[in-house]
């Protein structure tokens, strides 16, 4: 029974076409979304792009095999990076060679520089300092999320690259990447804040009423659950922020906007697993209610066994004959069983990609094939590049 | 009831993390079929809203409530036990602990509207992490007429391997916040539960690369901590290779046997042998590759001194009927 097939995702065709300018790699935690985000941008910069790879969180030896030692918020120079067009080329800085820098997120210290450049030094050493935005900048489980569209939002108006790969944050859930930086914007800028400080600024007469009807429960509560000795961290924060109203909001805008803008493609990439694809599917579906631009899904690991002729049943019947019968022949039988695995795994994949793309029949896909060994080393990205062209 | 020993006995709380990709919900859910064995009550307790014990399960969607969703196998003589299943939410462990302490019963819609449940369970650090870890400690703790406890043992499905001490460091998470406080004494009530004896942190990997690494670092994690003990290691979906002895270098280094393949093949009749063989030929060698890349991580994990235990890759994908297996595999290894 063959399934539906999916329209081709032309991974090339999308690196290649410098109109692109943002490639934003989601999908959800363990499916190698790091990995492909780092073999897109090689590839793209040896094809003559100019690449910055934004990692959130990679693999020690992955962050190694770009160069990667420190995690310092700053685009690195991948070392080992040959481009297309140097051969046509000699000089260097030539603005047709590609180039690849990589950087990892620190996410205290964007946040931190949002602070500096907004406030004036006082203030700013003032809120550095405070406990509650220490916390804030550092554990509040969208700051991640926020902090890593602040930076690509800098990194696009830098104008010193035409091509930034995005690797959004390891979240449990894809949505996380759209929705966390507005839900901390909302709060930054938001009415309770506003309340907590100064209730008076608000608004009229008839509406303060009302609202103090709230807002009595609501300082209670807090009180209740915090104490009071946190609200009046928050209320320093707060005060010590108030120049900065409006500015949070403003800067997630100006980043959701940017990811609407036509020079942005989502690549959302999953494991070709149940749970993985759901989320995929989740994610497909929240894309297109928000008029962003997907350009395809892109499934790892995918088991492709070098003798795909042989069924997985025949192979497991002929290990079951070999080891019923007289001479033994154990490496025959390993390997008939270990195919059996295979196909039947690859089976079970082909079955979750078709549910996909029976529910999204017009998302473009592209493969690429389970790798034997992790990845380590520039070759080993460059070997899952190739994979995108290739059919 | 035979009693058995186990590696955990004494164990309450079987706290599982594993980083995302690793089956932790699922070896959650065999770890707490395992416990009830034996007319055993367990909680399956999920708290980061993913409703994967209800799909695990096949079961609708799992509100804020303690459910019965699964029976353990009985011993040859005594009962079968039970898994409960509960989805702890922060807004709702917030409402709880609100109705609780302070019987402010209608207080959520409040809230929500000004903003203060977003304040409070995503945005004020540390405090989600107290009011679901709350929640696990309670039920812990809590006791039933006539039975004593309510739970003999309760199993999280926690948050992934590198949030894991965060979370669980909750004192630590408060206090640079709330240094006096209600949520202070909540806080430091919890903390006794989880840095006691009675709760055990086991970690999840598959054998790869970035999973195990971060097992490595959430168990050192942990020991920095001081009081909150790593568990188990347990090796999901591991798929040994059954290589004759010797051979296992031979195929990784892509230099094994040709000719011995290419006669077991023959005398099992296959077609198109030629071709058949150079793929299985190569299927081999990735996989030893893969196998031994294996072997150094796990060494690696050995090394970090907790008991490891291995669960099978099952390859038509992880049913109920899969799940029983596995907790049967839990059991045979004592982790459980």
Redesign the interface.
Known sequence: MAGRQPPYLDVDRLIDDRRNRILVCCG????GKTTTAAALGLRAAERGRRVVVLTV?P???LAQSMGLTSLDNTPRLVPGVPSDSDAGDAGNGDSSGGSLHAMMLDMKRTFDEIVEAHADPDRAAQILAN??Y???S?????TQEYMAMEKLGQLRRAEEWDLIVVDTP?S??ALDFLDAPQ??S??LD???LR?LVAPAKVGGRAYMRVLNA??G??TG??T???????LR?VQTFVSALDTMFGGFRERADYTYQLLRTPGTAFLVVA?P????LREASYFVERLAEERMPLAGLILNRVQR??????SAA?SLA??E??EA?A?P???????????A??M??AA?QRRVAEHFTAAHPLVPVAEIPAQ???I?DLEGLRRIGQAFGSR | MTTRDTDWDGVRLHVVTG????GKTTVAAALALALASGGKKVLLMEV?G?Q?IA?LFDVPPLPYAERRIAVAPGSPSGHGGEVFALVADPESA?VE??EMF?S?RH?GT??T????M???T???????DVLLTGKAAEAVRRKEQGRGRAYDAVVMDAP?T?RIS?FLNVTA?VS?????????GHADTVQRVIRSPETAVHFVTLL????V?ETLDGIEELRELDGIRPGGVIVNMA?P????PG?LEAAAAGA??AG??L???K????D?LP??A???????S??A??AA?QEVLLRRLREAGQPCYELPWI???VDLGGLYRLAARLRDQRAA
Do not use: C, N, W
């Open positions: 959800s935690g363990g499916v969180d693999a020690r030896r406990p509650f220490q916390s804030l550092s554990s509040f489980a969208g390891p449990r859930s839900r901390l909302r709060f938001g009415r309770l309340l709230g807002f429960v609501v509560v807090l209740k659950i915090l104490g009071t000795q946190v961290d494991a697993e149940p749970d993985a066994p070098p003798a795909a002729q042989l025949r002929a290990a004959m070999l019968g001479a022949y154990p490496l025959a039988v390993a390997a008939l069983r270990l195919h695995d295979r039947q795994e079970g034997p060994d992790d380590h | 980083k995302g990709g690793t980061e993913r994967g799909q917030l602990y609100l302070y402010l207080a409040a809230l509207r000004m903003g203060v977003d304040f409070a995503t945005i004020a650090p540390g405090l989600r992934p590198g965060r998470e640079g916040l709330a240094k006096v406080g209600p949520i202070r790869e690369e970035m999973p690494q798929r290779l059954a290589l004759p051979q094994l046997d011995q393949l006669l077991g093949l005398a099992a009749g296959l198109d071709a058949v150079e793929g299985l030929a190569t299927e081999l990735e996989q590759r893969t890349g390859s038509d994908g």
